[in-house]
């Protein structure tokens, strides 16, 4: 029977393609033939995870590869029976060989994925808004303060661009960023061209 589900990965977001190694005990060795998954609760589509290795031993090892759109706050298997041989099979490797019971523990509860880990799946890129330029009006030398918000945190502050050169890191009051960039004498008349980037966590990079 199984004992329990958790992970070798460290607790943390995980983004489009990060690779999520996944580890089902049971209470003995069983012999594993075939391609057996592990259906997971990963939002709108639910992924498998695909059974790696572990025959002949008491645990099974499967791989979530996290794809575009996949999300979760905190990852676990669908249900107590998300364990499904999918044309394999499962045995005790002794006395008769009997079918081994693929009961899992509920989904949250203890001996479960997401009680035992903390893995958040973000695929969800960060968004800037409300960006805020003043003054409009400039010459040489003038300082121009760059104002935005973004949806979520940020892994590092972003990266801003001003006609092709960085702007200088002001401030940040929760998710609201200050910027600041002086005219140069290589900026080109007219409207400037203003870029910001940045990525959350997970590494899902947003720009605006």
């Known amino acids: ?17 990060s690779l999520i190694d996944l580890q089902v005990v049971f209470s003995e060795a069983v012999a594993v033939t ?3 998954r592990l259906e997971l609760e990963t939002g709108e589509i639910d992924r498998a995870a695909d059974y790696v290795g572990g025959s002949e031993n008491n645990t099974m090892k499967f791989k979530y590869v996290v794809a575009d759109g996949d999300i979760s706050a905190d990852l676990d298997y669908l249900t ?9 099979t499962i045995t005790a490797t002794e006395g008769t060989h009997p ?4 009961t899992l523990p509920v989904p949250g ?14 695929t969800v890129s960060p968004v800037f808004d409300s960006l805020s330029v003043a003054p409009l009006l400039t010459r040489l030398d003038t300082v121009v303060n760059l104002g935005f918000t973004v ?26 960023y200050t910027y600041s960039y002086t005219i140069q004498g290589s900026d080109p008349d007219g409207q400037a061209t203003i870029t910001v980037s940045g990525a959350d966590y997970a590494g899902n990079v947003g720009v605006l």
Do not use: C, F, R, W
């Open 109 to 122: 509860m203890e001996g479960s994925l997401g009680y035992a880990k903390n893995l958040v799946i973000d």
């Open 80 to 88: 107590s029976t998300a364990l499904t041989l999918n044309g394999g």
């Open 1 to 17: 029977m199984v004992q329990g589900v958790s992970s070798p990965q460290a607790d943390g977001p995980y983004g489009t393609d």
């Open 99 to 102: 079918a081994a019971i693929l």
């Open 151 to 176: 949806s979520e945190a940020l892994s590092a502050n972003p990266v801003v661009m001003v006609n092709g050169h960085s702007a200088t890191y002001v401030d940040q009051v929760d998710n609201t």
């Open 34 to 36: 075939g391609s057996p």
